[in-house]
């Protein structure tokens, strides 16, 4: 059965839709035929802006169904949103599960009509990255399974991969994501650096700060050549919120879910948020420590796992070239290429570029959520204001000075050892 | 009447095409009807290397009819091409017209089954610009009349007048020109920097030069920016062949046509391949002086033109910008870029990185109609191959400094100096 129409599912509504459904109900229970369907556990947990998230529990097996809606769900009908962006997170999703398996929840089922995916449930004790990050737990493995995840799905889907044929095609099919992307240069690229009805911050503490960054021409100047890369070159195909929310993971295993802001767009913009929340998450240890733990040792882990993150992807992005070098990737060929000394002035000038870009990006991701209008719970989190703005105003500074001159930095020790300084 | 199936028509279908087709029929005789188009005056007058164009006068009126074939014209069957470019061309051709009527040809009629457009026929004294320049004939209203196609193409095409949405919508339209695309890839950002078996050159003379150019690992990782941002960049709807074989003149006339090649691009690939084909011309002139006739002045003026038409088109180009910065465009918005200072301070960045792209894509230009694949007119027409091959040096050799040390200039003044030193 398929349904002809979109219908917002709830728990109960859900169950009919999976015992219709075989791709589903096969993993629940025993044949598929829905006869051993009778004791689903469905709950809903959906902790994100924007859909609906169903964990799902049968005799033999379990899975997640997420339901994207024609509005901003924490906003409710007042904010309509195009519920195609099911579609572009499955795609995107199947397309980084085919480059980087092991890191990216198996999609089980997809239904454009209903903007409904079936996919793992990535179980216990599997949580969101960001709220490890609170609660002050290492995760040995993060930078060098994230840095998989990134230089796979980066490099696989960019011309150093593919041909313009392939890569046009995709860029063009993406291009309908725009209802997406537009959110992202409002909020990311334009409101914090104006006055809007949506920006917010930790008020009278960054009062003045929130007004510097609009006040800015040196920032506005840097954002503009940021905005303009982000909605004009299409290097890749990005997951387009790849903050720590967006990432679950266990002590062995990361997984990366919610691809739906996915575009071809600069790599940078994907590594930047990746980089620049763990620098947020930095800058809150402060706001967690306590007179059992300091948290400086956990500081510590997080400025190793930055530096890690960064070289490690730089290393395998390069490794990965290096292996394709002689393949169908249409950007440097090698019959131009064809000598070691040229192709690592060529890669050393690449990755340089895309530090620069990661940086850039991420400061903006920084500044967002500090004085924009979605703000992250490692701030959030910390209840005494003067203390959370303390944190901020430290994390927003870093932030302006990492936009300005991001140039001047050559290598990720450089940032991780600025960060530490500021925060002393 | 309209043909189901694509058709190669001849100077005789011709005749049967038009009388069947009202949009044409009522441009040369009376009622549109047929009946008085007995006497119609046909020749085929394609002189490019891809296409059919055929020149076509009645009674009451002429048109011109250009006809892609599903091949390279003047290569024949056995270099397949996609006659789709014709659709492109024509969209384009619209968009440009809508923009810029004043130097663009009407078109009448697209028939995309036979890959056909009817056109404003460009009577005499119009003739290809390239040719006047190897004539000597000075066209003073050129540079105002180019700066005012390319400003106003690239300006309302972009995302300072355009919403995101209408952005992505048309960049994903044009993404299925590729087949051009990859055309240009090869003959201005690949061939000339590897062996293939199309790249020639004025041999002997040139030999050194043209292997100097396969060794040099500066021009290779400059190429590589180059061809990475014409892949990924998408800026503005370009033309994507604007050289002066492209343009038809006479002393008031300007008109831009053939623009096959029309993507989203970098919007410095058109101002470069037009600048950088008056600079050939430039370097050109010594082969066609004469002892009546030394070229020295038809070198002012084509120096002359030159700045005019990049400094008249960074001042149309601001005052556009300055006149729509309250519109819908999106890259800018006016609540940040509120006070004169900053939007300054944006415009000069902006049209400084435009400056140094222009240059570089010019150089790449030039670079490639010397030891790639297309020669120009202005150096083949020069019969005596030493002539030639000093000729061709010197603008290889100022291609080169261009694209290396593009950066350098800050001026439009200052690379026409450079290019007055080196041919003296
Ligand atoms: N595959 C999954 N397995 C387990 N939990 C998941 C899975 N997908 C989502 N969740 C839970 O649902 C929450 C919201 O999912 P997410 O995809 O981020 O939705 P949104 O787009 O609304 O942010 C996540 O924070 C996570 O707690
Ligand atoms: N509208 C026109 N009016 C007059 N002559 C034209 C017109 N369009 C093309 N031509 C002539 O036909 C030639 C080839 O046209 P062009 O569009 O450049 O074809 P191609 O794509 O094959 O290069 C031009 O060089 C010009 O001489
Ligand atoms: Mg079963
Ligand atoms: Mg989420
Ligand atoms: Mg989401
Ligand atoms: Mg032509
Ligand atoms: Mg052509």
Known sequence: ???????????????????????????????????????????????????????????????????????????????????????????????????????????????????????????????????????????PLLAQHM??????????????????????????EFCSNVEMCRLTEQVVFSDPYKISQFNRWTTPYLDADAEAVREDNDLKLE????????????????????????????????QVIDPEFAFYGPMGFDIGAFLANLILAFFAQNGHSNGEDDRKEFKQYISQTIEDTWNLFEKKFVALWDEHKDGSGEAYLPGIYNNPEVLQLAQKKYMVDLFHDSLGFGAAKMIRRIVGVAHVEDFESISDPSKRAACEKKALDFAKLLLKNRRSFVRIGGVVTAMQQLEK
Chains 1, 2 share one sequence.
Request: net charge negative; charged share 25%.
């Open 223 to 254: 954002i503009a050549e940021l905005k303009a890369k982000f909605c004009e070159r299409a290097q890749a195909l990005l997951h387009g919120d790849l903050h720590t929310g967006s990432v679950m993971v266990t002590s062995d295993s990361t």
């Open 1 to 139: 059965m398929a349904y002809s129409e979109f219908r917002a599912l709830n728990e109960e509504s859900l169950v009919e839709y999976i015992k219709a459904t075989p791709a589903l109900a096969s993993k629940l229970g025993n044949g598929g035929d829905g006869d051993d369907l009778g004791d689903l556990k469905i709950k809903e947990v959906g902790d994100g802006n924007l859909n609906f998230v169903y964990i799902v529990v049968g005799s033999r097996g379990s899975l997640v169904i997420k339901q994207a809606l024609p509005y901003v769900r924490c906003i409710g009908e007042s904010w309509p949103m195009t519920k195609e962006r099911a579609y572009f997170e499955a795609t995107a999703l199947k397309e980084e599960f085919h480059w980087c398996p092991a890191h990216v929840p198996e999609i089980y089922h997809f239904d454009r009509t209903m903007s409904l995916i079936g996919m793992r449930y990535l179980e216990p004790p599997h949580i969101i990255l960001r709220k490890g990050l609170i609660a002050g737990t290492e995760y």
């Open 147 to 172: 840095s998989d995840f990134m230089s796979r799905t980066l490099f696989f889907t960019s011309l150093l991969y593919r041909s313009t044929t392939e890569h046009k095609r995709a860029i063009a």
